[in-house]
Nanobody, 120 residues
Framework: QVQLVESGGGLVQPGGSLRLSCAASGSIFSINVMNWYRQAPGKERDLVAGMTKDGSTKYADFVKGRFTISRDKAKTTVYLQTNNLEPEDTAVYYC??????????????WGQGTLVTVSS
């Protein structure tokens, strides 16, 4: 079993910043990919940023230069630093981790979601 716990969402004014966190625990042997998605009301869930095991990153065009994905030294917590937030960034943000369990089975785990609201 792999559990993900997200934190860091909240209400912020346009131009503000938030740092989202996602901590993984459980029977984890390795984490190969760490992603952040978001879903706005009435819209599909979109990939925001991703990081592979070797540290390579990718970003959606709509957040390039404003958001940064990173991880801790233990590589079990992934962060999303969000800067210069816009009302259009309002959404529930989800972390998604893919890897292998200690029983050498693949896992695809999702966090519970954290709401980011950008409004004046």
């Amino acid at each position: 079993q792999v559990q993900l716990v997200e934190s860091g969402g909240g209400l912020v004014q346009p131009g503000g910043s938030l740092r989202l966190s996602c901590a993984a625990s459980g029977s984890i042997f390795s984490i190969n990919v760490m992603n952040w998605y978001r879903q706005a009301p009435g819209k599909e869930r979109d990939l925001v940023a991703g990081m592979t095991k070797d540290g390579s990153t990718k970003y959606a065009d709509f957040v390039k230069g404003r958001f940064t994905i990173s991880r801790d030294k233990a590589k079990t917590t992934v962060y999303l630093q969000t800067n210069n937030l816009e009302p259009e960034d309002t959404a529930v943000y989800y972390c998604n981790l893919l890897g292998m369990t200690t029983t050498i089975r693949p896992f695809n785990a999702w966090g519970q979601g954290t709401l980011v609201t950008v409004s004046s």
